[in-house]
């Protein structure tokens, strides 16, 4: 079974410039969430689809942050102006969902350096 | 609201010995309690998981974590440590009705010395 793909896996770029990151869940998973890991921290929320529906955005910092995912699969992320504090990794996770109790799939993560 | 919390930055065991990575929570209604392990430069791995049955739960690489309700706690146990588990360990939380959100502490590093 294929695994949740994450591109690209490493991205440097200047403060006020933009970035876009790609997830595509494992297949059949209803639930997708996108997570940024600040080096030393626990993975924090971001966003949280169910279908292409948003369940929870309460953490995506709107005025730059944006997400999208067209048609209940793979999924975007966008950052656009890039700060200096947005340097982490982003980590896309997916799950059955739903009142599932099951477990999320996590990628390997896109790190990004903003300089 | 949710929470989890890894009270330790860092877990030092020797090898062979018994080691220990505590969580504690806090969410309203039953827990479904996790434990994912995370190596340099890759995503998170799943351990094991409490969802309800017996208190003590078996995962992988010989991993195990108690669920303690009374004390809201879920600590990781492994009997005897390998080298190789040296690694960064979340605990996470969600909560069994609602959003479906799964909250991650801060993470302990384990090092697990020869």
């Known amino acids: 079974e294929a695994g949740v793909a994450q591109s690209p896996r490493y991205k440097i770029i200047e403060k006020r410039q933009s970035v876009a990151f790609w997830c595509n869940p494992i297949s059949g998973h209803a639930t997708l969430y996108w997570y940024q890991q600040i080096l030393g921290q626990g993975p924090k929320l971001l966003i949280q689809?169910?279908?292409?529906?948003?369940?929870?955005d309460s953490q995506l910092p709107k005025d730059r942050f944006s997400a999208e995912r067209l048609k209940g699969v793979d999924s975007t992320l966008k950052i656009q102006p890039a700060k200096l504090e947005d340097s982490a990794v982003y980590l896309c996770?997916?799950?059955?969902?739903?009142?599932?109790?099951?477990?999320?799939?996590f990628g390997e993560g896109s790190r990004l350096t903003v300089l | 609201a949710q929470s989890v919390a890894q009270p330790e930055d860092q877990v030092n065991v020797a090898e062979g010995n018994p080691l220990t990575v505590k969580c504690t929570y806090s969410v309203s209604g039953n827990p479904y309690l996790f434990w994912y392990v995370q190596y340099p430069n890759r995503g998170l791995q799943f351990l094991l998981k409490?969802?309800?049955?017996?208190?003590l739960v078996k995962g992988s690489y010989g991993f195990e974590a108690e669920f303690n309700k009374s004390q809201t706690s879920f600590h990781l146990k492994k009997p005897s440590a390998l080298v190789s588990d040296s690694a960064l360990y979340f605990c996470a939380v969600r909560a069994a009705s609602g959003t479906y959100k799964y909250i991650f502490g801060t993470g302990t590093r384990l090092k697990v010395l020869a």
């Open positions: 409490y969802i309800t049955g017996d208190n």
């Open positions: 689809f169910q279908n292409n529906g948003v369940v929870d």
């Open positions: 996770a997916s799950s059955f969902g739903g009142p599932g109790t099951g477990e999320l799939f």
